[in-house]
């Protein structure tokens, strides 16, 4: 009975450890550049937005800086990346149009600037604040 409990725990782990690294570098295939894409938001702070057309947007380009559209206002920024994917969105400057959804387009300003890493999964993008998920933004399809 001993050696079946062990066997059958050698067994589970070696299935679980061979699914996981082949999930992994299918996941990994799956991610976008972080630089050259154009994000969409779809959750703040732990709640689902409804982005239409190019509100809540942001691409990043490879010469450090940023840029992206508010809920009606257009957006620039600078950022610095590290190969360990910390990320540090500063210098947001934005238009100053009276946008039907102010609240919510200050949050996520609020939020850009507080961002200190973030992560890939898929076609989804994961901004933390030191550890906290503080958005999800997911890639835009090219058209």
Same mark, same amino acid.
């Given at each position: 009975m001993k050696r079946l409990i062990l066997f059958s725990m050698a067994l589970l782990f070696s299935l679980v450890t061979t699914t996981g690294c082949c999930d992994c570098r299918n996941r990994s295939k799956l991610e976008k550049p972080l630089v050259? @894409?154009?994000w969409q938001l779809v959750q703040l702070m732990g709640q689902e937005v409804k982005a239409e057309g190019e509100s809540y947007t942001l691409l990043f380009h490879d010469n450090g800086t940023a840029s992206g559209v508010g809920d009606c206002n257009r957006l620039t920024a600078t950022f610095t990346v590290t190969s360990s994917r910390a990320l540090t969105i500063a210098n947001?400057? $934005?238009t100053r149009r009276l946008c039907p959804n102010h609240k919510q387009e200050s949050a996520y300003y609020d939020m850009l600037e $507080?961002? @200190?890493h973030y992560e890939m999964d898929a076609d989804n993008?994961?901004?933390l604040s030191n550890g906290t998920l503080v958005a999800i933004m997911h890639a835009v399809a090219a058209e």
């Open positions: 050259g @894409t154009e947001l400057g $934005s $507080s961002v @200190t993008m994961l901004l």
